[in-house]
């Protein structure tokens, strides 16, 4: 085989790897500004990719090697169950925000921790869940009770 045909094939075959790379990655799903009102009224704004679909979900954010403080990610459920999330094949620390049907925040897990695979559960059944980096819920303020409203959370949004 000639030199040139074999660097050929090399050229196109890294060049077919890095296409499907970029299948997965950052910036493939939907994104959406997500709005967090915290008991004390305060109000923060995120941008968030989407996971609604079951693979979208279990490839969550792994492997990323950077999440920005004003990003991350939200996993949309179709109805309300208890839930767990760990960090297999992520590689970065996270912040897990479950979200309950009306909006509000069940609970948060601060600092999960990469790679590990416990369960970090969901206190009681949610609908959603928000992955975001690490050290930002305490930055937010963001708690039990505080509100998360997004297009994708129509429960979310507030009753006039």
């Known amino acids: 085989m000639s030199f040139f045909l074999v660097l050929g094939l090399m050229i196109f075959s890294n060049a077919a790897y890095a296409l499907g790379d970029a299948e997965q990655a950052p910036g493939s799903l939907p994104i959406e500004k997500l709005t967090i009102t915290n008991p004390d009224g305060s109000t923060h704004e995120l941008y968030v990719e989407v996971a609604k679909t ?14 920005d403080a004003d ?13 767990s999330f760990w960090m297999k094949n992520t590689l970065v620390p996270l912040d897990m925000v479950f ?9 948060v897990h ?3 921790k990469p790679l590990d695979l416990t369960p970090v559960p969901s206190a009681g059944p949610v609908v959603a869940g928000l992955e975001i980096k690490a050290g930002q819920a305490q930055a937010l303020g963001l708690q039990k009770g505080s509100l998360i409203q997004s297009a994708s959370l129509p429960a979310a949004m507030p009753k006039h």
């Open 54 to 67: 079951p693979q979208q979900q279990e490839d969550g954010l792994m492997y990323r090697t950077h999440l």
């Open 71 to 83: 990003k991350g990610m939200l996993f949309v459920f179709p109805g309300p169950n208890q839930i």
């Open 99 to 107: 979200i309950r049907v009306d909006g509000r925040v069940a609970n």
């Open 110 to 112: 601060a600092g999960a």
